[in-house]
């Protein structure tokens, strides 16, 4: 065994040693709170984008954003791990993203055709068929990073296997974890991302600039998914003639040839309520054959009675 030590054993075997809290390899409170910040706009784009493409209704929320070595990310993945590479263009360095199981299960169930099953999760290795299914949610996770980022282009390189782990980044190279949890229907699952230090130092200039208050992100993509995928849904559209209240006893006396007042003056505008809601006022009006509803005006404007 060598009887080299490194410089941070040398100094705790020596005594105490003067701390440079300026030292490069750590992130600011600040900067963290920044990337929390810059991520809790992410997650609500991300399941806007999420529930247009698995047509369901998806929702992500933020877990944790914290510093670690890249060793310690490591340790704390599944096993077997479900691991994917991204690119950090034009920064150098590469970002690690894990799938946690149960996720990337009922993204395979739903995306085959299947329902979500409660419980169920991966045991062994996703196969390549698997991967290629999956690479349709992992490239929207990347577009939207890409979008909320907007200097940094994540782009996925590859699936990591077992062996290129320890390869991808040095064992003691810091690291910024974000930890974001998908629910998609009963079905819960975790995307850790991991950042390279280096990447969050290239854009301190940024985050005293630009990201003390990000701007909402919406990506045009999921708001053209979202319009296409309503465009097919139905809705309830009634005439009404509100009138005044009754006593019960009066409601059970009526009677065929009853004329009931209803306190409108002639031409008043009707409601017209779509799904239970007073959107507009208008007249019944007559369409070839049938009866139509004619809008006059927004809701909001008052009727003299």
Avoid at 42 to 50: E, H, P, S, T, Y
Avoid at 216 to 221: I, K, L, P
Avoid at 237 to 264: C, I, N, R, S, W
């Amino acid at each position: 065994m060598s009887s080299e030590l490194s410089p941070e054993h040398q100094a705790v075997e020596n005594g105490p040693a003067v701390f440079d809290f300026r030292r490069p390899d750590r992130i600011s409170a600040p900067e963290l709170r920044a990337v929390e910040l810059l991520h809790e706009q992410f997650v609500q784009n991300l399941a806007a984008g999420l529930s247009a493409y698995l047509r369901c209704n998806a929702k992500a929320a933020l877990l944790a954003v914290e510093q670690l070595s890249y060793k310690d990310f490591l340790q704390r993945l599944a096993s077997p791990p479900c691991v994917v590479a991204l690119a950090v263009k034009p920064h150098e360095g590469t970002a690690v993203l894990e799938l946690a199981p149960p996720l990337a299960t009922v993204w395979l169930q739903m995306l085959l055709g299947g329902s979500p099953q409660t419980g169920a999760a991966l045991e062994r290795k996703i196969t390549k068929i698997e991967q290629s299914v999956l690479d349709g949610p992992l490239r929207l996770f990347a577009s939207q990073l890409r979008q909320s980022w907007q200097d940094v282009d994540f782009r996925i390189e590859k699936w990591l296997q077992q062996e290129d782990l320890p390869l991808t980044l040095g064992p003691h190279e810091p690291v910024v974890v974000i930890s974001t949890e998908i629910r998609v229907q009963e079905s819960v699952g975790t995307l850790r991302l991991a950042l390279p230090a280096l990447l969050i130092r290239n854009l301190r200039g940024k985050f005293d600039r630009e990201w003390r208050a990000p701007q909402v992100v919406s990506g045009e993509t999921s708001q053209a998914r979202m319009l296409e995928l309503v465009h097919s849904a139905t809705v309830e559209v009634d005439a009404l003639l509100e009138g005044p209240t009754v006593l019960v006893k009066d409601l059970m006396e009526l009677a065929e040839g009853t004329v009931l007042q209803f306190h409108h003056q002639p031409g008043c505008a009707l409601h017209c309520v779509i799904n239970g809601k007073l959107k507009f006022k208008g007249q019944i009006v007559r369409a070839g054959n049938k009866r139509a509803f004619s809008i006059d005006e927004p809701a909001g404007n008052s009727c003299s009675r």
